[in-house]
């Protein structure tokens, strides 16, 4: 997978270092979450830019269930954002993790337990 190239909007961000380490490892699909594609994020920013013009968010993955994206946020650039795409501005923000690993735990722990047992 190939990471979009953020620079051709947001000149200044770049990418945490553990977040190109999941994409490279192919980390890329939590059933509930995934990281999405090069289109899938272009659509979204450009929505995103539009939807909430005071915020510079950087979408990275979305939920397959909800309206719910990850994303990093210019001038926050370790912390993830859980943006509820499409809710009126100012009551877009769902939560917050303190840097890619922790957003990546939860997802993973969600999976494990909404996932169901094995036997």
């Known amino acids: 997978m190939e990471l979009f190239n953020i620079k051709e909007i947001y000149e200044d961000f770049q990418y945490p270092k553990s977040f190109v380490k999941a994409v490279e490892l192919n980390l890329v699909d939590f059933e509930f979450w995934y990281i999405m594609t090069n289109d899938q994020v272009f659509t979204r920013i450009n929505g995103l830019t539009k939807r909430y013009p005071n915020r510079k968010l950087v979408p990275f993955a979305r939920r397959d269930d909800s309206d719910d ?51």
């Open 69 to 119: 994206i990850a994303c990093f946020e210019v001038g926050k650039e370790l912390k993830v954002q859980i943006i509820h795409d499409f809710a009126s501005e100012g009551y877009e923000q769902r939560g917050e993790y303190d840097d890619f690993w922790s957003w990546m735990k939860a997802a993973v722990d969600e999976l494990i337990e909404k996932g169901g047992n094995d036997y």
